[in-house]
């Protein structure tokens, strides 16, 4: 029996970037991004799923930009609810499962403890909202082979991240404000994409996962460790509100994911945000000749 066969949506960004990577021995790839795939194109959807005929769709396609979400709602429910919408249903036509990365942003974050799998949600963005509808489109045409799994924070290669950022800006001598009443846990690529692989291939019971690095901070916290890590020092770092940058979405303030459903199934393999931010920058993350 040959290698089953992977479509992967969101290919050239940096989860996918990972995944094609990882994937590659172990499936037949089918990568795609928005040029050979417009997700919220239903016929294009099934012309190329049912020309493909994938095994197993790993949907990570998405407007993740979150303020662009706010000023275009019609563009963010586009891509991330219709285009979400026509991938399950391809898979459903094909009868097999798909697999749809969410986010955080699905909960309100007034919560201080970690949220679970079985907490309300209750996103308060036009981003947050057009993933949730996503993930209702995923489980409900998808004929039940589903898998949703949220993850927060994630840095990597292969796109702009908060990491590159920080450490490009304080190499500049740029002064750096940063919030820091903004709580959640950074999590790399990488390991996002080792873990969703796993899922893959071990086939556990369909439904909701929670997929992060272990622990929390706020941006601030984390733009410390950054620059410790890296061992660079900045013109100035200073805290400050989340008011203060006013910008047009609002982010939840407390939205630390705990990976239950993991643990319970088959274990959780996520390091703490601590050890994925060093093993990047060993990486070559964060290099002053990154391209």
């Not at 992977?6 to 940096?14: P, V």
């Not at 996962?209 to 706020?218: F, Q, T």
């Amino acid at each position: 029996m040959g290698r089953q066969r992977l479509l992967i949506t969101g290919a050239d960004g940096m989860l996918g970037t990972e995944l094609k990577r990882q994937a590659a021995e172990r499936y037949e790839l089918i990568p795609t991004d928005i040029g050979e795939l417009d997700v919220a194109d239903r016929e294009q959807v099934r012309r190329v799923v049912g020309a493909e005929r994938p095994d197993l769709i790993l949907h990570g396609g998405a407007l993740t930009n979150v303020d662009l979400c706010e000023t275009e709602p019609d563009l963010a429910y586009r891509v991330n609810a219709l285009g979400t919408r026509n991938m399950a249903g391809a898979a459903a036509d094909r009868g097999v499962p798909i697999l749809y990365v969410s986010t955080d942003y699905v909960f309100g974050g007034d919560q201080q403890r970690p949220y679970l799998e079985f907490d309300p949600v209750a996103p308060r963005s036009v981003y947050g909202r057009s993933k949730l509808a996503g993930e209702v489109a995923a489980a409900e045409l998808s004929g039940g082979r589903f898998w949703i799994v949220r993850s927060q924070w994630i840095f990597g290669f292969g796109g702009k991240n908060f990491v590159d950022t920080i450490l490009g800006a304080a190499r500049e001598g740029r002064p750096l404000k940063v919030v820091d009443d903004q709580i959640g846990c950074p999590t790399w690529a990488r390991d996002l994409a080792a873990a969703l692989l796993l899922i893959l291939d071990a086939r556990p019971a369909y439904g909701i996962y929670h997929c992060s690095s272990k622990g929390s901070c706020s941006w601030f916290e984390f733009t410390r460790a950054i620059l410790r890590a890296a061992g660079v020092e900045p013109a100035s770092l200073q805290p400050i509100g989340s008011a203060e940058l006013d910008r047009p979405a609002p982010r939840p303030a407390h939205s630390i994911l705990r990976n239950y459903c993991l643990e319970q199934t088959l274990g959780d393999p996520m390091p703490d945000w601590q050890t994925a931010l060093e093993a990047y920058l060993r990486a070559g993350g964060g290099s002053p000749n990154q391209e």
